[in-house]
């Protein structure tokens, strides 16, 4: 069939053309207002999360000998650490019963937050160089060595960069640095030579926790399963969404790009 064109009429001179006029919607009615919640079901809302289970006889005793054993295995402590160990464990948030909830459903979370308050320190995100060094120099005193750190400037407020002169004994070395884990970096690499490190402990937070160790069992630390250590050589868990660096199982950011992970 020959296609067909129709005609269209022009308006009036001095009077516009008329635009087709769209159906108008019809005005939607006013949603129903939500019933208030009931008073009972507001002070179910605000009622606290129960607290944990209270630990069966001899638990606590059971899992502490578990735990000091691995962190043996792992080379993190020695065997005649334990009864402080117990200690510890006795101080963590919520006491006795709070530790064995953890440890029973995440046991590499309640033993990694006791060693980072036991035999490790914590950096909060914002810090002062002098607060490191203050946790930094006790712990290598037992090895008879002691860190300076001199020169330190700002290279970028905005970015939190900083740069430093790292000095141990006849060693020096300038470190750039957004925080603890920049820093600690550098002063890792001037122990390398002495089979030292500062390792990072993970927190599943804001700040960063360190651990000095002497020779580290990298082939054990890399199993996270009882304690979570971040580093390249633990970087066993997979790739981060992100940048494809190789990360740890369990840890809450990239070490490369620092990607917070859900």
Same mark, same amino acid.
Request: proline content about 9%; aromatic content about 8%.
């Given at each position: 069939?020959?296609?067909?064109?129709?005609?269209?009429?022009?308006?009036?001179? *001095?009077?516009?053309?008329?635009?087709? /006029?769209?159906?108008?919607?019809?005005?939607?009615?006013?949603? @129903? $207002?939500?019933? @208030?919640?009931?008073?009972?079901?507001?002070?179910?809302?605000?009622? $606290?999360?129960? $607290?944990?289970?209270?630990?069966? $006889?001899?638990?606590?005793?059971?899992?502490?000998?578990?735990?000091?054993? *691995?962190?043996?295995?792992?080379?993190?402590?020695?065997?005649?650490?334990?009864?402080?160990?117990?200690?510890?464990?006795?101080?963590?948030?919520?006491?006795?019963?709070?530790?064995?909830? /953890?440890?029973?459903?995440?046991?590499?979370?309640?033993?990694?937050?006791?060693?980072?308050?036991?035999?490790?320190?914590?950096?909060?995100?914002?810090?002062?160089?002098?607060?490191?060094?203050?946790?930094?120099?006790?712990?290598?005193?037992?090895?008879?060595?002691? %860190?300076?750190?001199?020169?330190?400037?700002?290279?970028?407020?905005?970015?939190?960069?900083?740069?430093?002169?790292?000095?141990? &004994?006849?060693?020096?070395?300038?470190?750039?640095?957004?925080?603890?884990?920049?820093?600690?970096?550098?002063?890792?690499?001037?122990?390398?030579?002495?089979?030292? @490190?500062?390792?990072?402990?993970?927190?599943?937070?804001?700040?960063?926790?360190?651990? %000095?160790?002497?020779?580290?069992?990298?082939?054990?630390?890399?199993?996270?399963?009882?304690?979570?250590?971040?580093?390249?050589?633990?970087?066993?868990?997979?790739?981060? *969404? /992100?940048?494809?660096?190789?990360?740890?199982?369990?840890?809450?950011?990239?070490?490369?790009? &620092? @990607?917070?992970? &859900?």
């Amino acid at each position: 069939m020959p296609l067909r064109f129709w005609k269209k009429d022009k308006p009036e001179k *001095g009077k516009p053309e008329k635009e087709t /006029e769209e159906p108008k919607e019809k005005p939607k009615e006013p949603a @129903a $207002p939500k019933p @208030a919640p009931s008073e009972k079901a507001a002070k179910a809302a605000e009622k $606290p999360a129960p $607290p944990p289970a209270p630990p069966k $006889p001899g638990e606590v005793e059971v899992f502490v000998n578990e735990a000091h054993a *691995g962190l043996v295995d792992l080379g993190l402590t020695v065997a005649p650490t334990k009864a402080v160990f117990a200690k510890r464990v006795a101080a963590y948030p919520g006491g006795d019963a709070a530790f064995v909830a /953890e440890y029973r459903s995440a046991p590499y979370k309640a033993v990694t937050r006791v060693l980072a308050d036991w035999l490790g320190f914590r950096v909060p995100e914002t810090f002062e160089l002098g607060a490191i060094l203050k946790e930094v120099n006790p712990r290598l005193s037992s090895f008879k060595l002691t %860190l300076a750190a001199k020169d330190l400037t700002w290279l970028d407020q905005e970015l939190n960069l900083r740069k430093v002169k790292l000095i141990l &004994g006849d060693q020096e070395k300038v470190v750039r640095f957004k925080d603890a884990r920049d820093l600690l970096k550098g002063v890792n690499e001037i122990l390398a030579s002495r089979k030292l @490190a500062f390792v990072e402990l993970e927190t599943w937070a804001d700040d960063f926790a360190f651990l %000095l160790v002497r020779d580290p069992r990298w082939d054990k630390l890399k199993n996270p399963e009882l304690v979570v250590i971040k580093a390249d050589q633990t970087a066993t868990g997979g790739e981060c *969404g /992100e940048c494809g660096a190789p990360v740890g199982k369990y840890w809450s950011d990239c070490l490369k790009c &620092g @990607a917070v992970f &859900g």
